[in-house]
């Protein structure tokens, strides 16, 4: 019996418990937010909802059971069934998700992550996730239980109820993980009774899309500096389930050219990471350069070495620089340049012939819509199926929302950068646009989108 058939066998008689705290939530959420409960059963939450004076409201759910239930009980809601569990409406769709209950009966780690990804999605910008779910219980009965059902489910918590049901109860810091694309705004833990009447440890977290908030008078020119923008991309970078781990890098270390006894120029070396896989790889002298003081006092509290040096200074300042490279490297910075044409003859006057550049930036069908708006279409089943953008040969410059207001990046085309190169001196000797590997798609099944559209453009040149 799967999940589904479960949950439809057992809708009549089973009755969810989770603890909607209506204080905390009106605390954020105004009333006519519109609001959407994923996994909502019978409609138990949403008709909690609508008598404290709530009435944009939607419910789904896979067990069509549970949606007949709900239709009786509670006819003046929106409940609707969602085959296979998809989230069918466009993007930024609601101002509000709740997810109650519903981690607990998705026990994988891969599917829940696509499922937060997929609520992501049809958020608003300055959306609210509402979820509340079961913890671990730290009893020496339950953790032995935990224990002898980790070995057939293979993730501790993760255990069969007597009647057949697949649940999990979660560690706290992997709930922090899983939904670290929101800023937390309220986070309580409390105790309540299971549907199959026991005592469990559970929680409630209320956050905000962190793209939601930021200064609209940054400084793009250290925009890393801005302690929202700073912190958002950290966390990102903390959690190895980014784009940045499973698509771009792969490809960027494929390119690598030999670094034995080489020096090598990172510019826009963020935290340092780069800089001392360059000297693992055998590099005789590092330079990272960065304009963010934060991130130059990461790498030189995480990424030190003897071999290494960090400079706090601007990309476009490098003609500066009184020494030659054998490499010059770069990970997705080059579209925040304004003038690429000079900078390129710039990281050409500082080569060694025979050197490489190599550098990664967002592909310009990503940075070539003037608002950001460039967007997935779904066809009706929900599968995403094509990407819209517009501008592509409208070069210049564009403001976009990531993490805060305001941050300006540079759009080019393919040929404009490429010609860029060629004019300098540089000879092209690979251009890359990654796709996402079985492993990767493995870790994040939603990556699989990216055969659409590819995310970023990777050039290796050299003099």
């Given at each position: 019996m799967n999940q589904t058939e479960y949950w439809n066998t057992v809708a009549d008689e089973k009755n969810f418990t989770t603890v909607l705290d209506v204080e905390m939530f009106f605390k954020y959420v105004p009333k006519n937010a519109k609001i959407l409960d994923v996994g909502c059963g019978y409609g138990r939450i949403l008709s909690e909802l609508y008598q404290a004076g709530y009435t944009n409201l939607i419910g789904i759910d896979s067990a069509e059971k549970m949606i007949q239930r709900g239709q009786k009980e509670y006819p003046h809601l929106d409940l609707r069934v969602n085959p296979d569990g998809k989230i069918d409406f466009?993007?930024?769709?609601?101002?509000?998700?709740?997810?109650?209950?519903?981690?607990?009966?998705?026990?994988?780690?891969?599917?829940?992550?696509?499922?937060?990804?997929?609520?992501?999605?049809?958020?608003k910008a300055d959306g609210i996730l509402y979820v509340c779910d079961f913890l671990l219980n730290s009893g020496l009965k339950r953790r032995l239980f935990y224990k002898k059902q980790q070995k057939e489910f293979g993730i501790y918590g993760t255990f069969k109820t007597y009647d057949g049901a697949i649940v999990r109860h979660h560690d706290v810091k992997y709930v922090f993980e899983?939904?670290?694309?929101?800023?937390?705004?309220?986070?309580?833990?409390?105790?309540?009774?299971?549907?199959?009447?026991?005592?469990?440890?559970?929680?409630?977290?209320?956050g905000k899309c962190k793209s939601s908030t930021g200064d609209s008078n940054v400084n793009?020119?250290?925009?890393?500096?801005?302690?929202?923008?700073?912190?958002?991309?950290?966390?990102m970078r903390d959690n190895d389930i980014n784009y940045n781990d499973l698509l771009e890098q792969p490809a960027?270390?494929?390119?690598?050219?030999?670094?034995?006894?080489?020096?090598?120029?990172?510019?826009?070396?963020?935290?340092?990471?780069?800089?001392?896989?360059?000297?693992?790889?055998?590099?005789?002298?590092?330079?990272?350069?960065?304009?963010?003081?934060?991130?130059?006092?990461?790498?030189k509290a995480e990424s030190a070495h003897e071999k290494i040096e960090y400079l706090n200074m601007?990309?476009?300042?490098?003609?500066?620089?009184?020494?030659?490279?054998?490499?010059?490297?770069?990970?997705?910075?080059?579209?925040?340049?304004?003038?690429?044409?000079?900078?390129?003859?710039?990281m050409y006057s500082i080569l060694n012939v025979g050197g490489h550049l190599l550098f990664s930036q967002e592909h310009p069908i990503i940075t070539a819509t003037v608002d950001g708006n460039g967007h997935f279409n779904k066809d009706k089943k929900g599968n995403r199926i094509s990407y819209t953008f517009s501008d592509y040969n409208n070069p210049g410059e564009r403001k976009i929302h990531w993490y805060v207001d305001g941050v300006v990046?540079?759009?080019?085309?393919?040929?404009?950068?490429?010609?860029?190169?060629?004019?300098?001196g540089f000879i092209i000797d690979e251009i890359c646009e990654p796709v996402p590997e079985d492993w990767a798609i493995e870790k994040l099944p939603t990556i699989v989108k990216e055969y659409i559209k590819p995310n970023f453009l990777i050039v290796k040149s050299k003099k």
């Open positions: 466009a993007d930024n769709s609601f101002d509000v998700v709740v997810l109650f209950g519903v981690l607990t009966c998705v026990p994988d780690d891969a599917s829940q992550k696509t499922l937060i990804e997929n609520i992501r999605n049809v958020l899983l939904l670290s694309d929101f800023k937390q705004l309220e986070y309580k833990e409390y105790v309540f009774a299971t549907m199959n009447g026991r005592k469990s440890n559970g929680f409630g977290f209320i793009n020119q250290n925009i890393f500096d801005n302690d929202t923008f700073f912190n958002g991309y950290k966390d960027m270390s494929k390119l690598l050219p030999d670094l034995k006894g080489k020096s090598v120029l990172d510019l826009g070396c963020g935290y340092g990471h780069n800089c001392i896989d360059f000297v693992n790889r055998g590099a005789a002298r590092v330079v990272g350069i960065d304009i963010s003081e934060k991130m130059l006092a990461v790498a601007s990309m476009t300042d490098i003609s500066s620089l009184d020494e030659r490279f054998d490499l010059i490297y770069s990970s997705l910075a080059f579209h925040y340049v304004k003038d690429f044409d000079s900078f390129a003859k710039d990046k540079y759009h080019r085309t393919v040929s404009g950068v490429i010609n860029a190169l060629a004019k300098a």
